[in-house]
Structure formats: structure tokens, C-alpha cells
């Protein structure tokens, strides 16, 4: 569903994707993990456009998505660290997304619901705490239904609970076949939820394999381990 | 002694009995295109000294009519001499000749002579009135003529350019003329004089002519009173002249590139007073003229109220009032030799604490401004905008380039009034 | 691109600095209207003012609105939304609101103390040099990524056409007085939008007629009715010129 194809990107003089490429299919969900600074965040803007590459292409659907933009209707993304107009209302920030996706009719307002937003509906979005913007991440990132989901390290503010929220979610939508890209760090989530993980070290492609293909790999019942093992072993 | 009274008691009787004669003889010629007489010009070929010719209305085709005896020539109901534009229509080579109410029009334009509407040559006590002239190459032309009076007449041209026009009312060389309750415009000059003295101008109209609208130059000792000159092309323009008194004129709307109110060019001994100038590019302009007594004018809406050249000396600007001007006084050295005071400027902001309506503060009207338009005529783009006010107010506290004489030092607070309207008897 | 408009218009409502602008500008034209008796007068004064403040408002308040809007145009580009549109529909809505403050602010005491053809100008002015002096605000925000950086710039560029740049030509026309620099001057004025705007005022006050040769070149050249458009002119290409280069920097920027 989605082809990287040799993508490069470095800001200034720091290479931050080097030569990438890696296919993602329909109905996977990806773990993307790595150190902080491997590219992980870069790595999602490129394909939102929302960082351009250097080099290299993407494709969704086997289109380019370079310097497009209709493409991004069937990609919903949750920014690791929400940020929103501070004098605008919850209700505003749905309401006016709701506005531009206009052509959307079946809207999935599943978490709203259950992160209970509308009775914080007045509140202005200055003064939400990280966790409570998280949820009005979430919940917009689900809203319009689509085919592939960007989700940068969705639970690192929530409470247990809403995480708890949010991982069932991302199942219920994984039955979907839905494409499902999550960067995190907590390996017990990347279990739950995960069958792929993606590992990027400066940029590099470390590897992409199955969870149980890494667990086998690495002779070990726990994923951490196993990957802690791969990552040693290499050096 | 009885005998010499004999002699003149003959003389006077003679007198009289000739001047009987020429009274019996004073006959009334009838011009009419029905009458025995059609033609003006043969009427006046037979006309006695002192005879009447009345001419009634209707077009006559006449040209070179000239008249070299005293006579009346008197239009009744608008009759109307063309001259078909060929040469001149009326010729005056007589004293005392009197010429009433008619319309003459279409006189010839012409590169090689001055053909005109009614030329007055070589004459004096002659009376234009209540002619109208139009489409004149020169309208009405008086040459070393005396005693004249050019009154009530409106004269109109068609021209387009300076060349192809000739000017209005024309006087070269001659002396006491009045010229009086006229409307002239469309041609080069509205009222020009050229070596003619003693002479009054009054109540008349000059307006859109294509040059100016009073020009005169080496004519002495003339009076020039409540005549309004408006909208022409270069104002009024007058050079190389002394004793003249202009009071209670309007200048107005002149305004082009090169137009000025009024264009004072070695100008000397003379007498400026109670005039408006209003809405002129420049009010005055002072080139070498002295002994100028500029006093009791009003300057308003100008771009330049004044603008006096270094080369002007002993010239007073008194109790004027300068209103929205753009500038008020530019000049374009640093010397200065006139005098100006007790003016209301509407530029002041000093103060008055004595309250005795003069300012305590002395006026510069010079801004730093105004020097460097006069210097850099191309920086007079930025008028009004944020550096200039900004070096103006610098030079106001700490003036380093204007002209430290040019100075009012008892400005007036209130504006000046003064009986602008007041007749001239 | 009209929902987006829609929705910076009712972000910049809600903050209310432009109906402070609007406030202000009224207070501001009808002082000058009640403490001068005569109108034309007035009107002169008030573009005085409004060359000055104009600029200055319309480059600081489109600066910070550019940086107090990242967030709101970040939210925009996750969505399938053309990176090009969202910028033109801030710079629009930005440009649109302080245009609609001014016309309020300077056109409804102008309507009452008697509108004229000058009046007209004064108004066509200053809403170019909003539009002017807000892309040139947004050149300053795409090019400088911190905040107080941006609003620096900004000052600097309000500075810079308020004051030092006439400086500067004045200097340059006074050090070569001698040589005919009459065109080169037209062309310095039309090196900056403030000046261009001034004297297109100028000219239908019809004071032309002071500049001399300068100000009958001026009209000779564009003539009356084609002046004018011609000056506009190139006040659109003032404002086309940052926005179009700010546009582009903007979509090749990284978020």
C-alpha cells in the first residue's frame, strides 16, 4: 500500500533518513521503533508531505505522493505532541476539521465519545493538559475513516485507561485492514497491537520483520529482549 | 487798447459762428441693409468730422475700414462687422472718435503683422465701449495712443497656440489709458502693455488665456485695481517697471508647471496691497525687484505663497495673511535682504502669553524643505512624507541652513482683516 | 480554500486586535476631521498618518498572526489540503481583515465629512499598501523561523520604507543635483510602495503642478487615468512579489 522507495532526507548537515526503503502492505500494523533521533518522526512527515525529501519517492498505490496533497484524505495522523490554535475551543477544532473534510460522510466519532470530549467542549485548547490534547489527537485521527493510519507514539500522555482505549481501538481498526503505522517505544505495546516492527537506527533501515520472525531470530519469548539481542549483535 | 478789444470781441464771434456751422453741419448717417447706405466703410468714406453714423443690426462683410476723422461710430441692435479673415476690420487714425456696441469677428491670423479687431494708431481721446470681439487675431491694438478708454468690452478668442494667437487688449507706447470693466480670455495675452504709462486698469476679467493674463513690461506709473485674473496658462507675468500701484486684484487657479500668480521681474518702487492670491502653483514670484511694498494680501491654498529670489532687496512683506499654503516663503540663497512682519501665518505654533495678538516667538517661513525643492526641484516628491516632516522639525530647533535674517519676529496670531472689497473711486 | 479563509477570518475576529485597528482608525479620522475645519486639509493629515501607521500595523500584526498560526497551518497540512492554498488563504484572510478595518476605520468618517475623488484614493492606497505590507510581513515570517527574529525583520522593512530609504534618495538626489535625475527618481519612487502610494494621492491632489518638470514628466508619462493604473500596477507587483517568493519558500518548508 505504501512503497519507500531510497528516501533520503537531512536537515542542515544532519543526515536524518538515509537511503530508506521499505514497503508496507494493507491490513499490517507496523511498529516503527528506533533511538530517539533515528527518524521516525521525519520519516512519517515525509510521507504526510509535511517534510519534503531529498531524494527518493514514495508511493501510495503505487502514485508518487510528492508534492501532492488529495492523497493525505486517506491517511489519519496523530502528531507525537498535538499542537493547536491555543484560542480555539475543542468544539471549534472538530468542528472546523469536520468542515474541511466535508466530503467525509461517515464519520467515526467512536472516541470522542468514549474519551468523553464533549463535556470539555468549551475548553479552550491553551489551556488542555499534554494528556487531554492527546485525546483530541486521537479521536480527530480516527474521525474520517482512513485506510492508513500515522500514529506518532499515540499513548506516551495518556493515562492507563485511555491507552487502554486506544490500543482496542487500533485493533478494531487493524480488523478493518486497515494500514496501521505506530512509532513507540514501549516494547508490552508494540506486542499487543503490533506484527511488524521497523527498526531505524541514523536513518538506516536496521530491519523490518515479524514479530515472531524476531523473536525467532533472536532465540527469545520476549520481544525487548530479542530486539535488545539483534541491536548487540550487529554492533 | 479799445482797438484789441475789437479785435478779440471779432475773433470770438467768429468762433462762435464756426463752431455753429460745424454744429448745423454735425449730420446722422444711417446704415442699414435696407437703408440707401449698406456699407459701414462708405459711410464713414463720406462721413463730415463730428458726424453720427448709427449702423443697425445685421451682418456687414467689411474689412479695412479706417476712419481718419473725428467721428461716432454707434452699432445699435448688435449689428456685426466680419471681417472675413482678411486683414483688419477697423482702423482708428483719428482723435476723438467714439465706437459703440458692435460684435466684430474673424480677423485674419497672420505671422507678418498684427492684424486686429480695432487698432487705435497714433490718436488720442478715442472710446472703445461695449464692443464684443470675437475669433480676433489681436483684439483690441492701441499704438502711441493718449487719453483712451478701452471700456465694457468682452474679447474672446479662439487660439489654439502661443503663436497663432495674438493678444486681447494690446497698448504699445502710449499713455493714460484706462482700460476698464473688460472680459477678455482665449487669446495669448489677455491685457498687454508694453511702454504704456500712466495708465488705470480696472474691474476687468482676464481669464484661460493662453499665456498670461496681464503681461507688461517698461510701463511706469500704472494702477491696477480689482481686476481678477484666472486660470491662465502662466498667470501674470510683469518685468522692468516702477510705480505701480496693484490693489484689491484677484489671482487665482493659475496654476501649471510654470504658472504664477504673479510674476514680478525687476520690479521696483511699487505698491502691493489688499490682493488675493489663491490657488496659484506660486503667488508671487520675486526676481531682482525692489522697494516692493507687499502688504495686506491674502495667500491662500498655494504651493509657493512667495517665492522671493536672493537677488530681491529691500522689499517688506507686511500684514499678509498665508493660508494652507504648501510652502509659505522659499528662497534660494542664504542672504536675505527683505523684511517681513507682523504677517499671520498659519503655520505658527508659537504662543501669545501677553496676549497683545503677536506672537512672542519669532516665524521662520522658510522650511529646510523648501530650500532643498529650490536646490533639488525633483525632491519636491517627497512632500508630506515622514523624513521630510521629521527634517523640518530638526531645523526648527536647531536651524543650521535657512537664512537667519529671513525671519518674521512679530507674527500675528489672528489673521489679518482689512476691507478687501472696498471700491476704488 | 473558502473554508479555510473562513476559519483564519474567525481566529483573527476572535482576537480582536483588528477591531482595535478599526477603533483606532476611526478615532483617529475623525479627530483629525473635527480639529482641522477644512476637510481637504484633513484629508491630508490623515495620509500622513495612514502612510505611516498602516504599514507599520499591517507588518507586525500579519507577522505575529503568521507565527501564532503555525500550529493552526500544521493541523491544516496533515490534512489533504494543498500547502499552497493554506498559505494564500492566511495571507488573504490576514490581508482582507486589515483592509476591512481601515475601509471601516478611515471610510466611514471620510463618507461623512464629505467624500471626493481624493478621498477614493486615499482609501484604494491604503488598502494596497495593506496587501503590500502583509506579504512583505509574511517574506519576513517564512524566511526567519523564530518569532521575535520575524518581528524584527519586520520592523526593520517598516523602517527601512518609512524613513531610511527616502533618506537615502533624498541624499542621492542632493549629491547629484547637477545631473537630470528626474526619471531615475520616478524609478527610485517606485522602489517603494510607500512613496508609490503617496504620490499617487499627491497627484489627484493635484499638486503636480509643484513638482515641476518631475511632476509633468510624471503626468506626461502615465498620463491621468493610466498613471494611476500603472502605480497600482506596481503596487501589485509589490505585493505579488514577496507573496509569490514567500509562497514558494513556504511550500518547500519543513514543518
Known sequence: MIEIKNLCKSYGKLKVLQDVSVKFERGMVVS???????????????????????SGDILLNGKSVLKQHDYRSQIGYMPQIGRYPENMKIRQVISMMKDIRKEVKQLDEE?????????????????????????????????????????????????????????????????KGKLILITSHIMSEIEEVADEVMCLVDGNLKFFESISAIKEHANEERLSKAIAKIMNEED | MTDHIKHSTTYIGIAFLLLLCSIAQAGTIKVCPTCPEKSVSKAVANA?????????????????????????????????????????????RSSHVFVKGFTFRNV????????????????????????????????IYLQRA???????????????????????????????????????????????????????????????????????MFSDGNVYKHNTFRQNGAGVAVMYTKNILMENNLFENNWGAAAYGLLLKDISRSVIRNNTFKRNTTGIYLEGSSKLDVEQNDFLNNGWAIRLLANCTEDTFRLNNFIAN?????????????????????????????????????????????????????????????????MDRIEKVIPSVIPEQLVDASPSMKKISYDRDKKSV | MKTIIKHVLYDILRSRIVLAYTVFMLVLAFGLFNLEGDPAKSLLSLLNVVLLVVPLISIVFATTHFYNSYEFMELLMAQPVNRKKIFLSEYLAVALSLSAAYVVGIGVPVLLYGANATALFLLAVGVGITFVFVALAFLASVVTRDKAKGIGVALLLWVYFALIYDGIVIFILYFFSEYPLEKAS????????????????????????LMGYTGALYK?????????????????LWVLFPLLTSKRIFSKKDI
Open chain 2, 108 to 139: 485674419e491670423v497672420s505671422y507678418l503683422s498684427d492684424f486686429a479687431a480695432i487698432r487705435v494708431a497714433e490718436a488720442s481721446h478715442v472710446k472703445i465701449i461695449n464692443n464684443k470681439v470675437q475669433d480676433a487675431f489681436f483684439g
Open chain 3, 220 to 236: 506626461s508619462m502615465f498620463g491621468s487615468g493610466t498613471g494611476v493604473a500603472i502605480s497600482f500596477g506596481i503596487l501589485l
Open chain 1, 111 to 175: 472516541l470522542v465519545g468514549l474519551y468523553g470530549l464533549e463535556q470539555m467542549y468549551d475548553k479552550r485548547m491553551g489551556t488542555l493538559s499534554g494528556g487531554t490534547k492527546q485525546k483530541v489527537s486521537a479521536a480527530l485521527a480516527f474521525m474520517f475513516n482512513p485506510g492508513i493510519l500515522i500514529l506518532d507514539e499515540p499513548t506516551a500522555g495518556l493515562d492507563p485507561i485511555s491507552a487502554e482505549i486506544l490500543k482496542s481501538k487500533i485493533l478494531k481498526e487493524k480488523k
Open chain 3, 186 to 209: 520616478l524609478a527610485m519612487i517606485a522602489l517603494n510602495p510607500i512613496d508609490l502610494g503617496r504620490i499617487v494621492v499627491m497627484l489627484n491632489l493635484d499638486v503636480s503642478a
Open chain 2, 146 to 216: 493718449d487719453s483712451c478708454v478701452v471700456q465694457g468690452n468682452r474679447v474672446k478668442g479662439n487660439g489654439k497656440t502661443e503663436t497663432s494667437a495674438g493678444n486681447a487688449i494690446h497698448l504699445w507706447y502710449c499713455n493714460a489709458i484706462t482700460v476698464k470693466d473688460n472680459k477678455v480670455s482665449g487669446h495669448r495675452d489677455g491685457i498687454y502693455f508694453e511702454f504704456a504709462t500712466n495708465s488705470h486698469i480696472e474691474n476687468n476679467l482676464s481669464q484661460n488665456n493662453l499665456r498670461y493674463g496681464l503681461h507688461f
Open chain 1, 32 to 54: 516503527v521503533i528506533g533511538p530517539n533521533g533515528s527518524g521516525k518522526t521525519t520519516m512519517s512527515k515525509c510521507i504526510l508531505g509535511m517534510a519534503l525529501p531529498d
Open chain 2, 326 to 390: 504648501s510652502f509659505d516663503v522659499a528662497t534660494n540663497g542664504n542672504v536675505m535682504l527683505n523684511q517681513f512682519s507682523g504677517n499671520h501665518w498659519d503655520k505658527y505654533h508659537g504662543y501669545d502669553i501677553n496676549k497683545d495678538q503677536v506672537g512672542d516667538v519669532p516665524y521662520r517661513p522658510v522650511s529646510l524643505y523648501s530650500m532643498l525643492v529650490e536646490r533639488v526641484p525633483s525632491s519636491v516628491m517627497f512632500m508630506r512624507s515622514f523624513i521630510v516632516n521629521l
Open chain 2, 48 to 92: 463730415k468730422a463730428g458726424d453720427k453714423i448709427l449702423v443697425d443690426g445685421g451682418v456687414y462683410k467689411e474689412n479695412t475700414i479706417e476712419i481718419n476723422k473725428p467721428v461716432s461710430l454707434i452699432g445699435i441692435n448688435n449689428p456685426v462687422l466680419d471681417g472675413q479673415y482678411k486683414g483688419e476690420i477697423l482702423t482708428i
